[in-house]
């Protein structure tokens, strides 16, 4: 694959980023959920909706929609594949984790419990690009803020 | 129309290790040595406030500035320097006169006009007038062919609206409105007329008085002048009978306690030390484009998009937005299945500036029923080589995106 002088331009089009980007997992939206955050990111107009189901502590299920780049939409992908199943502090702890990786921390990168969104952390070289990566991730954050 | 390149200093450097291909002139221009130089200059020997020192500096700069503004009158064709008030760019001026122009102009009930073709800058003030003054704001649509749908722009004006606007120029489309037909229509409804004239001034030969608008405003920054400078056209009657915008030094006869009476045109409407930098720097901006000749940059600019439209149109998967026939130096495009963000990353890697997203027009973004697209403006130093620098670079993309070479 043709690189240029940019670098990591393949890694951030890599193959597994363009396959959650065409065939996002956990699409759509739930029936019933316990929380529903929507964002935007006003500076692109990328749109993002994020419903959980709880069982307590536990996220049951989870399903986003939305619009936008190729990155914005595989990161949320791999990341309701990573939290499904998670208690929530562990999730808000995913969340943390990966934002340190796109603010480039190697140690981040080599974190094996962020599974597949380690793909991304190649965004770390695309500023511009890091605000896409992290729509999803904070809707995660934001619709599991411990409530008063 | 003569090759200008080696007079923009940033043409010459490197991004990614390619030469820079700058082609988002529709969001700001790059400038010309003899802008940059302008401004040093005026710094270097001018430099005092306007309009109220005694000594020879000041009356100087005052003269410096004032010329700029018999420049712009001319300029644009308006008939008279007084109704040429400076702003910061065009966001300013169309505030101005939603804020002071509504004042007087618009009551509950009353409606106000705009195009599905606007700027969030021609659109969110008169939507702010329209709520603080309970109007009826109505927005006319397009053709299939992405013009302003002439039978909707008169139903609208059976309404009878006090003020009517839309752009010269589509930002997205780079269709050309005809403003002189539009603004007769208007003027017959009895509407006062703005035309936004960011994307038309830089571009095209401009003759306010010809056209008949009653406001007609534009920004230096995209015709080759500094960021923050601008210019309100509007005609004196009007401005005249309209209230203040800001209140400050600058535009007052004379301030007593608990009132002020304010200065003639154009002074009442440049409240605070003006941004004279900004005026010098348009002025030399100005005498740029008058040597090249706007009729020889219109030339240039209609031929590079005819060559882009004919290149884009011939890349697999490539869809083009906007009208058919003629438009200015403005290409919205969407490839594929690429997200128009993703091509901006990967055509910057060979250093192709274009631009990616909603291009502050929402509404239209709704209407060619797309979030975004990516765009590529074109002026006076681009040529046909950063066209198919573009084209490469779009190619590019493909392959990376998995699709196969033509």
Redesign the interface.
């Known amino acids: 694959m043709p690189d240029g002088d940019a670098p990591g331009l393949a890694e951030l089009y890599q193959e597994l980023i363009l396959d959650h980007y065409r065939r996002p997992r956990n699409q759509g939206s739930l029936e019933a959920y316990t929380r529903r955050v929507a964002l935007t990111n006003p500076t692109c107009g990328d749109e993002l909706e994020l419903d959980l189901l709880l069982d307590g502590e536990t996220i049951a299920d989870v399903r986003f929609s939305g619009r936008g780049c190729s990155i914005s939409q595989a990161s949320a992908s791999m990341m309701t594949q990573l939290i499904k199943g998670k208690k929530l502090p562990e999730a808000r702890a995913l969340a943390a984790r990966f934002s340190e990786m796109l603010h480039g921390s190697a140690e981040a990168a080599r974190d094996k419990s962020l599974g597949e969104a380690r793909a991304l952390a190649g965004v770390a070289k695309f500023p511009v690009r890091v605000k896409c990566a992290l729509l999803g991730w904070n809707a995660l954050e934001e619709s599991t803020r411990p409530q008063p | 129309m003569r090759d200008v390149r080696s007079d923009f200093p940033i043409l010459a450097r490197e991004v ?3 030469r820079l291909v700058y082609l988002d002139s529709g969001a700001t221009t790059q400038k010309p040595r003899q802008v940059i130089e302008a401004i040093g200059e005026y710094y270097g020997r001018l430099n005092a406030n306007v309009h109220r020192g005694a000594y020879d500096l000041a009356v100087r700069a005052t003269e410096a500035y004032e010329a700029v503004r018999s420049e712009v009158a001319a300029f644009v064709g308006a008939p008279d320097a007084s109704g040429v008030i400076f702003v910061r760019g065009t966001t300013e001026a169309i505030n101005l006169v939603a804020s002071s122009l509504g004042r007087v102009r618009v009551q509950k009930g009353d409606t106000i006009v705009v195009t599905a073709m606007e700027h969030h800058s021609n659109l969110v003030p008169w939507q702010l007038l329209a709520e603080a003054r309970e109007a009826r704001l109505v927005m006319v649509e397009l053709t299939r062919d992405w013009q302003l749908d002439l039978e909707d722009f008169r139903r609208a004006l059976e309404r009878a609206p006090k003020i009517v606007t839309f752009t010269h120029v589509s930002n997205v489309l780079g269709t050309i409105n005809p403003v002189a037909e539009l603004t007769r229509l208007a003027h017959d409804a009895g509407a006062v007329v703005l035309v936004d004239g960011a994307q038309a001034v830089p571009h095209l030969p401009v003759n306010v008085a010809a056209l008949d608008a009653d406001f007609y405003v534009f920004s230096g920054h995209k015709m080759l002048a500094p960021m923050g400078i601008g210019a309100l056209i509007g005609k004196p009657a009007l401005l005249d009978a309209m209230p203040p915008y800001h209140g400050g030094g600058e535009m007052i006869r004379a301030v007593h306690d608990t009132s002020a009476t304010y200065a003639p045109l154009p002074h009442k409407f440049e409240a605070g030390t003006p941004n004279v930098e900004g005026a010098v720097g348009l002025g030399a901006a100005i005498r740029y484009l008058r040597e090249l000749g706007m009729d020889d940059v219109a030339a240039h600019e209609r031929a590079l998009a005819r060559y882009a439209l004919e290149r884009l149109a011939a890349i697999d998967d490539l869809t083009l937005y906007g009208p058919a026939g003629e438009r200015a130096g403005v290409v919205s495009f969407t490839l594929a ?6 091509l901006a ?2 055509v ?3 250093g192709v500036a274009i631009r ?3 291009h502050c027009a ?1 509404p239209l ?1 709704r209407r060619l029923d797309v ?2 697209t990516a765009r590529a403006t074109f002026y006076v130093y681009n040529t046909r080589d950063d066209v198919d620098a573009l084209v490469a670079a779009l190619e ?1 993309a493909r ?4 699709f196969a070479h033509a």
């Open positions: 990614h290790g390619h299945d690429i997200h128009p963000h993703d990353t990967i910057d890697s060979e990616a997203g909603h929402q973004m979030a975004a590019k392959t990376l995106f998995g």
